[in-house]
């Protein structure tokens, strides 16, 4: 229901605040069935959802007042998005509802598997401990194509581990590149101490996930090559593996690579297949980051790279659904302490719990013998240094952005303070038009990756969405509802740094502050209109589904930035 009414808010119409029996309350005009729905603001937001309590409807023109149960508000909210959209909108309305109520069922599951004091200490635990999906999407956990049983083994919130299925494959069918180590060598590194299969002299192991697997078992095409043995079933193998928080990405804490397969399940707005481009750019990306030695220039920033991938060649197809791309594993056992994804750091807790940052902020306040304000605006303070600068630098000086929303972006927080940030996914990039003849003389095959350049203002955008709307700014309003730091103070502080930082940039981080201090309005991902409108972000022109504007609080109208924070560090 939150998320739902934040979406419409965001996404359809601002609605009006208002006091209403001598309280805060949002009032939302429901033009379909001639009433207002009137709910209570518990905590009201500039940077992200607010969150509501109880709510009364009021039918005009009688004025009379009735309370609205969560299921009749979630049902009312609905039909007014699809009446305010088009007719084409109401259509859709039943799946859009049951892709709602199934979210909402899993999410319920999820609550009563999980102990309201599970530890979050690991980088796998924190991956299994994000209960509420994303925070501005009206079906977070909606799985399609997984059954009740499939989510016990497959879904990271119920910790079920599982083998892979394996598949010899004629080598002359088999495509692979690496940037670094073979791919054959890093299959066999997955089995752990299991013997490697007996293969004949022309047959590669490829890995899938065991969903995947029962799909591809069913594909005409696939049976034909087991039929004529270019393919050989050889089942469920070697080490187990569990899933992390995008599902189909798979991580072991004792091997040093993880895996990530193409999976016959819809989440969110996406049926999860891995594109022949996307492998293609991972090893690109790798090698192109390795010439530009980014990783020494940095050394509190690490991008986890996908540098080798390998899948089978069915003619007739770009895709086969055997594209496996293998990842760094910088947390192995021993390096995964303390390691937080910022989705599950920043998100709501469960009942009668604090949030994962508030935690971590109690326990640095205490650690450094200060108050939890003090705590908070030095723990911001590292957390730009760590996340939020490096990334500037690579945008100034090779022209490269980074996908850097909640999930992707990761922080070490083994020492209290943040020590180290890390950037996941090589879905991620984007490469300035100006910066472009640069990199492809440092790595030629970025000619054949035309979906990655975009001009700089296109850029600005989609950059600021993931980076500081979808990131920065949970992390600001996490701290405001916790009560921990106003989202006016932080609000402050970011400015500040976004201004100390700028004369050192010359480049394409230069424009892309002054959009973020000066511009009125920011650019957001509008997923509730994705998904009203059943559309798969992955089938669109630039695979990244529909943004639109809204208000940008880093904006202050008539007035500098470095009026207003010339001495907030003091």
């Known amino acids: ?113 999980r102990s309201s004091n599970q530890p979050m200490e690991t980088f796998l635990q924190v991956e299994q401990g994000l209960t509420f999906g994303h925070w501005l999407h009206p079906t977070p956990k909606s799985r399609d194509g997984m059954t009740f049983l499939h989510k016990q083994l497959y879904a990271p919130e119920q910790k079920g581990a599982f083998r892979l299925s394996y598949f010899a494959v004629s080598d002359d069918l088999v495509i692979s590149d690496s940037a670094e180590v073979p791919p054959h060598h890093i299959v066999t590194s997955l089995l752990g101490h299991t013997d490697m299969p007996a293969l004949l002299p022309n047959e590669r192991l490829i890995p899938v996930h065991p969903l995947q697997a029962d799909v591809l078992r069913k594909d005409p095409k696939i049976q034909d090559l087991l039929n004529s043995g270019n393919l050989r079933d050889l089942g469920l193998l070697g080490r187990s593996f569990y899933a992390t928080s995008s ?101 709501d807790p469960p009942p009668r719990a604090p949030s994962l940052l508030s935690a971590e902020l109690h326990r640095l306040s205490h650690t450094l013998g200060t108050d939890l304000h003090d705590a908070a605006k030095r723990w911001f303070k590292t957390y730009l240094q760590c996340m939020l600068d490096p990334l500037l630098v690579l945008y100034d000086q090779h022209g490269i952005a980074l996908e850097a929303h909640q999930q992707n972006a990761l922080l070490d927080l083994s020492s209290g303070l943040p020590k180290k940030a890390y950037f996941r996914d090589n879905q991620g990039y984007f490469i300035t038009r100006n910066a472009l003849p640069r990199l492809q003389g440092l790595e030629p095959g970025l000619a054949q990756q035309p979906a990655l350049v975009f001009d700089e203002e296109h850029i600005h955008k989609r950059f600021a969405y993931y980076l500081f709307v979808n990131q920065i700014f949970a992390v600001v309003r996490r701290m405001g509802q916790d009560g921990i730091l106003t989202e006016d103070h932080a ?20 424009g892309f502050i002054i959009y973020l201090l000066f511009s009125p309005y920011l650019a957001t991902k509008a997923n509730l209109l994705t998904r009203l409108h059943d559309m798969d972000e992955l089938k669109t022109d630039a695979q990244e589904g529909l943004f639109l504007d809204i208000p940008n609080p880093l904006f202050v109208p008539a007035a500098t930035p470095t009026q207003e924070v010339a001495d907030v560090f003091a």
């Open 247 to 347: 599902v189909r990405t798979l991580y072991a804490p004792d091997c040093p690579w993880m895996v990530k397969f193409s999976i016959p399940v819809r989440l969110t707005n996406s049926l999860r297949v891995t594109l022949r481009n996307e492998l293609q750019v991972g090893v690109l990306m790798a090698r192109l980051l390795r010439k530009l030695d980014f990783a020494t220039q940095q050394p509190r920033f690490h991008i986890i790279d996908d540098p080798a991938y390998a899948t089978v060649a069915i003619p007739g197809q770009t895709e086969s659904g055997f594209e496996t791309i293998f990842r760094k594993n910088p947390f192995t056992q021993g390096q995964d302490i303390g390691i937080f994804n910022l989705a599950t750091l920043t998100a």
């Open 491 to 510: 609000l402050t502080l970011l400015r500040a740094h976004l201004t100390n930082l700028s004369p050192q940039f010359t480049k394409a981080a230069k």
């Open 1 to 113: 229901m939150q998320a739902l009414i934040n979406g419409y808010l965001r996404e359809i119409d601002p609605a009006q605040f208002c006091q209403d029996q001598g309280r805060e309350r949002l009032a939302i005009d429901l033009t379909h069935c001639g009433a207002c729905l009137f709910l209570d603001v518990q905590y009201r937001s500039q940077t992200g959802p607010h969150t509501f309590g109880s709510a009364d409807l009021v039918y005009h023109p009688l004025n009379q007042r009735h309370p609205a149960a969560p299921v009749q508000i979630i049902c009312l909210i609905a039909q007014e998005c699809a009446a305010r959209i088009d007719a084409s909108a109401e259509d859709k309305l039943p799946e859009f509802l049951r892709c709602i109520f199934n979210s909402n069922a899993e999410i319920e599951t999820l609550l009563a598997y």
